[in-house]
């Protein structure tokens, strides 16, 4: 099992509710939700947001631990975080960009001290 299914699973059980009722709120089916619980399926960043507004908690709760669990090397991370950019509307696209542009000005000054 995932830690984002572990989360999601310990959090649903902690406000009890059902997978059903979490697949209600989300307009996911309960399939899909059982599939994230167990690590059958990846959920992409809409989905855990829509998962985690169906359980009251934040996103940061929902992938506490995901990132210590990632495998593949760190292009395939960044391929991945690039498909889901390129699927956001255009304005939290440019934020988000410009935010990245931004870190990257400040990692860059910081290695020149």
Not at 1 to 19: F, H, P, T, W
Not at 71 to 81: A, M, V
Request: glycine fraction near 8%.
């Amino acid at each position: 099992m995932s830690a984002l299914g572990n989360n999601v699973r310990r959090i649903r059980k902690e406000v009890g509710i059902s997978q059903q009722q979490v697949a209600d709120a989300t307009g996911m089916s309960k399939n899909t939700i059982s599939n994230i619980e167990t690590g059958k399926t990846a959920a992409n960043s809409n989905s855990v947001l829509k998962i985690s507004k169906a359980l009251g908690c934040t996103v940061d709760e929902l992938m506490k631990g995901v990132e210590e669990g990632w495998t593949g090397t760190e292009g395939d991370h960044i391929n991945r975080l690039c498909e889901e950019l390129k699927q956001l509307p255009d304005e939290g696209r440019k934020q988000i960009v410009h935010t990245l542009q931004a870190l990257i000005v400040y990692w860059k000054y910081r290695q020149e001290d």
